[in-house]
């Protein structure tokens, strides 16, 4: 369910990362979790962020959560369509629910996320 | 299909602007008996201006149709946590009709009101006799708003001692959204607190967080778990310790009437929520009131008007107006002797300012003031020791089906988690959903937000034995449903006028103005 190529957090945002550039969203189990998802706040493009520091927020029927950032770096595109169509954080949380995409600014940060099969265990503990 | 649902069939669903027809009127107004003026030119006046047009009888029926729609504690159990939804008893509706309170405007001088301001004065001595906090203000008009008047007077405190490095609000993670909100707004800085497993505060994380930039510890208390903090005195002591002040939410302030003041605890500043607590209403029944209470070294910051009574003059005027047959006649002070005044609003000498409007709510404080004083002292204590039996007892009678956020036994609140049920199908939106198909209200659901499928029970006092039986017999019932016919639940509410609400559309895509269909 979480694809073993990508690297999760303990607040569940995952990375995909592609040369210097990592996608950012967040995982199955937090899309789950929030419930429907009715709103995204994210910064623009070019907006710098830190690893492990609140980014964003996104909003479900229950709650508004923060977003925490994987890595730090340079915000280089955000995914309007998300924006304009929550529902796709649900119904695609790994693929078209994508939120943002980051010029990493420091490439060892990546020694600091869990890979999936460490990120499964951890949401099967119930966290 | 039940009988209900046939009449809610049978009901005009459609809103008044539907319903109107061009030229009816609700009123035919006499001939005008004032010279015409000619209208402003045609560019000032606002065009495509719909308004309904309607009878009398048909807005009435419109109204009152929609009325008979309310889900309300004078209808159904309202288990709803955290709200306390008790019964608001009559009487305070009566006494806050007495023309004394209901006709007088809030901008008439302090001599044409003692008894109101007599009534304030008299409350805000209930409210700190049981907080074990003298300073009262009654201006907060929620419990929000009290939450956010008691934050700036502990920030005026600091800054008055000169302390003004002191911006940081340390809240738990178990919290109302309420705190960190309030707390923002009062230019604090936000660190949270996390919990311990027996759902109190990580003493110890709360230890490390404690410094010279602690400007305020905010603690429910008990808990939004239902819980009563087992280390409250160590905690407040840290606090304290460290130079900051201690506020408490006294959003659950029902589980400890008569038992415990919570000033005794160390707390410096809380807020009750009169709508809560006192048995006044809530949401659309009424204004909400949010009064703060504060240990007498933090008086002078209250937000005004504060009702103080003038010492010299306090005998003079009671033997006017409260004693019996055998005390003097009011008419007696005609003439030489000048009528005397005992109270009047007055502004402590840091006030941290206004925060509403005038008095307050004012025929909301009425209602409290009546429930305090028909209740008494043992009443108060009595309500607050049924109110945890009554949360013990649906405790007790669904934990084997139902896990437990916390195995303890509870305050006047249970925090139920639909973990089971989430496993075999069945949230607890729609055990909360299901219920309604029973005429129950939902249990708050989802918070607090560190309980998975958390749904929050709170009974109250008011509710008898056959009343939870039949809760807990009815949760027991939609739990075995689950395995039996999921539908029921996945698509309930089945009997009432509206059916499963899409919330997530109506949040992505609201639909908030009325528009001409066609």
């Known amino acids: 369910m979480n694809p073993p190529e990508l690297k999760y957090t303990k607040e569940h945002e995952w990375a995909r990362i592609e040369g210097n550039v990592a996608t950012i969203g967040v995982t199955h189990f937090a899309q789950d979790s929030l419930g429907d998802v009715v709103y995204i706040d994210v910064p623009a493009a070019g907006a710098e962020v830190k690893q492990f520091a609140k980014f964003g927020e996104i909003e479900s029927v229950k709650a508004v959560s923060d977003l925490f950032a994987p890595l730090g770096g340079r915000v280089a595109a955000v995914n309007e369509e998300a924006k304009k169509t929550p529902e796709l954080v649900n119904k695609d949380p790994y693929g078209k629910g994508w939120l943002i995409k980051l010029e990493l600014s420091d490439q060892s940060q990546l020694k600091h996320l869990m890979d999936a099969a460490a990120y499964t265990k951890l949401t099967a503990s119930g966290h | ?518």
Not at chain 2, 86 to 97: C, F, H, L, Q, T
Request: with cysteine.
């Open chain 2, 1 to 518: 299909m039940t009988a209900q649902t046939t009449i809610a069939g049978a009901l005009d669903r459609r809103l008044l602007m539907d319903r109107s027809v061009p030229g009816r009127v609700a009123l035919t107004l006499p001939a005008s008996d004032v010279p015409l003026q000619a209208a402003p030119s045609a560019d000032l006046l606002r065009k495509g201006l719909d308004l309904p047009e309607i009878s009398q009888l048909d807005m009435v029926r419109y109204f009152t149709n929609l009325s008979q729609l309310n889900f309300s504690i004078d209808t159904n159990f309202y288990p709803l946590g955290s709200c306390t939804m008790k019964y608001n008893p009559k009487i305070n509706d009566e006494v806050a009709s007495l023309p004394g309170f209901r006709d007088i405007h809030p901008n008439q001088p302090d001599e044409q009101v003692q008894g109101a301001l007599r009534v304030m004065f008299e409350l805000q001595h209930a409210l700190g006799e049981i907080t074990g906090l003298p300073g009262v203000s009654l201006a907060p008009l929620a419990g929000a708003q009290g939450e956010y008047a008691g934050l700036l007077i502990a920030r005026a405190y600091h800054e008055s001692r000169g302390d003004s490095a002191r911006t940081v609000a340390i809240i738990p993670d178990s919290a109302h959204g309420t705190n960190p909100a309030s707390a923002a707004m009062a230019g604090l800085e936000v660190v949270t607190v996390p919990s311990n497993a027996q759902g109190g505060v990580d003493v110890d994380a709360l230890r490390k967080l404690a410094d010279n930039r602690t400007a305020v510890f905010m603690l429910t208390l008990p808990s939004t778990l239902g819980l009563f903090e087992m280390n409250i005195l160590e905690i407040t002591k840290i606090i304290h310790d460290a130079g900051g002040l201690v506020y408490a939410d006294g959003a659950n302030l029902n589980a400890l009437l008569g038992i415990v003041k919570i000033g005794e605890l160390g707390f410096d500043i809380c807020h009750s929520n009169l709508h809560k607590t006192f048995s006044t209403p809530h949401g659309g029944g009424g204004p909400g009131a949010g009064p703060v209470m504060v240990a007498a070294r933090l008086a002078e910051f209250l937000p005004e008007p504060v009702v103080v009574r003038e010492p010299a003059a306090a005998k003079s005027s009671l033997s006017a107006t409260s004693h019996h047959g055998d005390a003097e006649p009011v008419e007696a002070h005609h003439g030489a002797k000048p009528y005397a005044f005992a109270y009047r609003l007055s502004r402590p000498p840091k006030s941290t300012g206004k925060i509403s409007g005038f008095h307050g709510s004012f025929s909301i404080l009425v209602r409290a003031y009546t429930y305090i004083r028909s209740m008494g002292r043992d009443g108060l204590r009595s309500a607050a020791e049924n109110a945890i039996i009554n949360a013990n007892y649906i405790q007790a009678g669904l934990k084997d089906k139902y896990a437990l956020a916390v195995d303890r036994y509870c305050m006047h609140e249970t925090v139920l988690s639909a973990k089971r049920q989430h496993a075999r199908g069945a949230a607890a939106l729609d055990v909360a959903k299901r219920l309604l198909d029973y005429g129950i209200h939902a249990p708050t659901m989802y918070f607090p937000m560190i309980v998975e499928q958390a749904l929050m029970v709170e009974p109250t006092e008011s509710e008898s034995k056959e009343t939870l039986d039949n809760f807990i017999q009815v949760m027991r019932q939609i739990d075995d449903e689950i395995d039996r016919d999921p539908a029921l639940l996945h698509d309930a509410p089945h009997d009432l006028p509206v059916s499963r609400m899409d919330e997530a559309t109506a949040a992505r895509k609201p639909y908030l103005r009325w528009q001409k269909s066609g």
